[in-house]
Nanobody, 133 residues
């Protein structure tokens, strides 16, 4: 079965850290760009970070740059998102997705279009991150 499963979400205090995992089954994650996205209630879906397949280049939203780090572990067929110095505004459901380099990178380098999101082939069901004291 082709599947992406996120894990690692939970409740954390402001300033704390979490590591999210995106584990793939049924396909090899190395052949895809992987993006992390988030959506809070009543807000638009937002690109958080991605890593390319071609050369491992990483991209980050300005709001998380310097606090979040994306990494690929090929041996485990898993991509991680290390989140440090968490803020209440980071509260959201976090999703990982696999797609082409072209469309995934485009989401993070210009205002995303429907075509860009159509280039994402697989989506996980999400994991909830709540940052609150």
């Amino acid at each position: 079965q082709v599947q992406l499963v996120e894990s690692g979400g939970g409740l954390v205090q402001p300033g704390g850290s979490l590591r999210l995992s995106c584990a793939a089954s049924g396909f090899t994650l190395d052949y895809y760009a992987i993006g992390w996205f988030r959506q809070a209630p009543g807000k638009e879906r937002e690109g958080v970070s991605c890593i390319s397949s071609s050369d491992g280049t990483t991209y980050y939203a300005d709001s998380v740059k310097g606090r979040f780090t994306i990494a690929r572990d090929s041996a485990k067929n898993t991509v991680y998102l290390q989140m440090n110095s968490l803020k209440p505004e980071d509260t959201a459901v976090y999703y990982c997705a696999a797609g082409t380099d072209r469309h995934t990178i485009a989401i993070f380098t210009h205002t995303p279009t429907a075509e860009d999101y159509y280039g994402m082939d697989y989506w996980g069901k999400g994991t909830l991150v709540t940052v609150s004291s």
